[in-house]
């Protein structure tokens, strides 16, 4: 009975999560929802359990919190998908501002499609190349992140044409997906952080690990390990106790800050993480993000943990 009852609710939340994560791709709903004068005010009481703020002056003052608790931080202007070129300029603008102003210690991460690699890639590397420029004249890392599996190729072109004029732009791999063993392989060779996550985005099973694969933490862990024995400049971002623990164990259950690696969690997600790793002597960061657009990051927040579904309501009805 009780084994019937877990599986039960194992199905359900894979089923609940996959929905999110449609939901999470409806661009007419990205807009809509935090619009909404009813639904607005409700998902934006879940969404401030994981977003900063609005604006750069709401991400400022979290980043400054966080550095000042001793980890590193990482903040990131929210959106995708963009398919205006005046718009993308503009929105290229915010991120200059945020390398400009944001504190020592925080490096600025983005989605190349917020910039217009929805659109063409030579205007995504343009306004890329802007950021790359702005983050390297104020002596902060600047960070990729992933995106759906559809736009891999393009992004990692964008980032191998950043590498022949940069060495701090970094790049982030989803262990979910198949090619990403192949990729480390051509990544190592170039500078800038690798940063490791899981990968969230709703994905084919021809491409990509299943979220619930129990395969999935030991495919993680592989290229952690591979990370870590290479000595290039890596993040492992990941909230899996059990992971993070075995990632300590291969580095020898101590670091200090001038090792190649770093643990990142996200906002409002794994501080307790961060305080067990800064305690081992690991350097630690934590990613902020900020901006309007938190559909999309919020409904795969929720995908990731059937548990944070039941969170939500909370906050919601707060």
């Known amino acids: 009975m009780t084994s019937n009852l877990s599986t039960g609710i194992e199905e359900t939340s894979a089923k609940a999560a996959q929905v999110l994560r449609t939901l999470a791709l409806d661009e007419d709903l990205k807009w809509g929802v935090p619009a909404d004068p009813v639904l607005g005010p409700i998902v934006r009481r879940v969404a401030r359990r994981f977003v900063a703020g609005d604006s750069l002056a709401d991400a400022l003052e979290r980043v400054t919190e966080i550095l000042a608790s001793g980890h590193r931080a990482n903040a990131e202007y929210m959106g995708e998908s963009c398919r205006d070129p005046e718009r993308a300029a503009a929105e290229t603008d915010v991120f200059v501002d945020a390398a400009r102003l944001l504190p020592p210690g925080c490096s600025v991460s983005l989605d190349l499609s917020h910039i217009g690699l929805a659109i063409d890639e030579d205007l995504a590397f343009d306004n890329a190349t802007r950021l790359a420029q702005a983050t390297a004249d104020a002596g902060r890392e600047m960070m990729i992140s992933a995106e759906g599996s559809d736009r891999t190729d393009a992004v990692l072109s964008v980032h191998r044409r950043l590498c022949e004029r940069f060495d701090h732009v970094g790049i982030t791999v989803q262990a979910r997906l198949y090619r990403t063993a192949d990729d480390l392989k051509a990544l190592l060779a170039l500078p800038g952080r690798i940063r490791l996550v899981k990968g969230a985005f709703l994905e084919p099973e021809a491409v990509a690990y299943a979220r619930e694969d129990a395969e999935l933490p030991a495919v993680y862990l592989r290229y952690a390990e591979l990370l870590a024995d290479s000595g290039h400049l890596c993040s492992f971002a990941t909230h899996d106790w059990e992971l993070i623990h075995r990632i300590d164990r291969h580095l020898g259950g101590t670091g200090h800050d001038g090792v190649p690696w770093e643990f990142e969690t996200l906002l409002g997600l794994g501080p307790d993480r961060l305080a067990a790793m800064a305690e081992r002597g690991h350097p630690t960061r ?17 995908a990731e943990d059937p548990r944070r579904l039941l969170q939500a309501l909370v906050d919601a009805a707060s």
């Open 286 to 302: 934590e990613y902020v993000v900020f901006g309007t657009e938190w559909w999309l990051y919020v409904c795969n927040r929720l």
